[in-house]
């Protein structure tokens, strides 16, 4: 049981550039979402997914794209990067949302863009 | 937009004492309160738990208290210890969408234990 998955560990993006940020989870949650840890900042909410085909925006979306085909699979696209960024990716899942159970993390993305 | 305050950011204690940490939220509709630990370089992990229908819930030496009339909450650990400094996230359930099952995060407090 790996729990939730991230690759790569580490990235760095030239201005423009896109790319895509792997996460997988083999427990089974329903729950997935994608959160940037900024210094200073906390760990802010981009995207989530409540279930397969269901994706919605969170705090600060403006930048990135998700989708879900998969309950394991849950991918965030950077379409343009910019340097504003940089940060270190968190992917995390949970079993339910109605009971709002504990959020397992992936291991982190740190993206620079230069 | 619905936040989560954090305080204080940084804090030092001598190994033995106890150490507070506390939060406000600002949604009222919020029901789930998780504390996670980050450990440098590491992933957040969460240490304990509190849902709105409970005032106080304690896991050997680290506790945390509930207050929904006042919005706030706070971790208490006793009897701190080197490997208890970290960096350390309240967090909040909050409403996006027809989602209750986000979670809005503190910005953190750094917590560091002297010898």
């Known amino acids: 049981n790996a729990g939730v998955t991230q690759t790569p560990k580490f990235q760095v993006l030239k201005t423009g550039q896109s790319m895509t940020l792997q996460c997988a989870q083999d427990m089974n949650h329903e729950y997935m979402s994608w959160y940037r840890q900024d210094p200073g900042m906390g760990l802010r909410l981009i995207h989530y997914s409540v279930g397969a085909g269901i994706t919605d925006q969170g705090e600060v979306p403006n930048g990135y794209n998700v989708s879900r085909s998969t309950t394991e699979d849950f991918p965030l696209r950077l379409l343009s990067a910019a340097p504003s960024q940089t940060s270190v990716y968190f992917c995390?899942?949970?079993?339910?949302?109605?009971?709002?159970?504990?959020?397992?993390f992936g291991q982190g993305t740190r993206l620079t863009v230069v | 937009g619905e936040n989560v305050e954090q305080h204080p950011s940084t804090l030092s204690v001598q190994e033995g004492d106890s150490a507070v940490i506390k939060c406000t939220y600002s949604d009222s509709a919020s029901n789930y309160f998780p504390w996670y630990k980050q450990e440098l370089g590491k992933r957040p992990q969460l240490i304990i738990d509190?849902?709105?229908?409970?005032g106080e819930k304690k896991d050997q030496r680290i506790a945390v208290t509930l207050n929904k009339t006042a919005k706030h909450f706070s971790l208490h650990i006793t009897e701190t210890q080197p490997e208890d400094s970290a960096v350390y996230f309240c967090a909040a359930s909050i409403r996006y969408g027809g989602s209750q099952g986000n979670l809005i995060f503190g910005k953190g407090t750094k917590l560091s234990v002297k010898p």
């Open positions: 509190i849902r709105s229908n409970v």
């Open positions: 995390a899942s949970s079993y339910e949302t109605g009971l709002n159970t504990e959020a397992f």
